[in-house]
């Protein structure tokens, strides 16, 4: 079975779309170990980001074991996290 997204730190909130998701899409995925089981809640294109738990808005974005951003609205698990959601830290910056 393809590997259809990629967590690289335990610590982190989302990972990696290496394939283009769908709705509904069940998936299972494992970092060291940290188990997260997630249903795709809306298509997320091939290099994006989806979130791996629940988040609040304000709270803090990690990916790759770091801070990416602050979430600017409430994100559920499974949805796509990018610039619509996502106070990016390059672009926006975390104040």
């Given at each position: ?38 249903i795709v809640r809306e ?37 796509h996290v990018h610039l ?12």
């Amino acid at each position: 079975m393809m590997l259809r997204a990629l967590i690289v730190d335990p610590a982190d909130h989302v990972a990696t779309a290496l394939a283009d998701l769908v709705t509904g899409e069940e998936l299972r995925l494992t970092v060291g170990r940290c188990k997260h089981e997630v249903i795709v809640r809306e298509p997320i294109p091939y290099g994006h980001k989806l979130a791996l738990m629940n988040m609040s808005s304000g709270q803090a974005v990690l990916k790759y074991g770091a801070a990416i951003g602050k979430a600017s609205t409430d994100i559920a698990a499974g949805s796509h996290v990018h610039l619509h959601n996502l106070r990016s830290q390059r672009v926006g910056g975390l104040s």
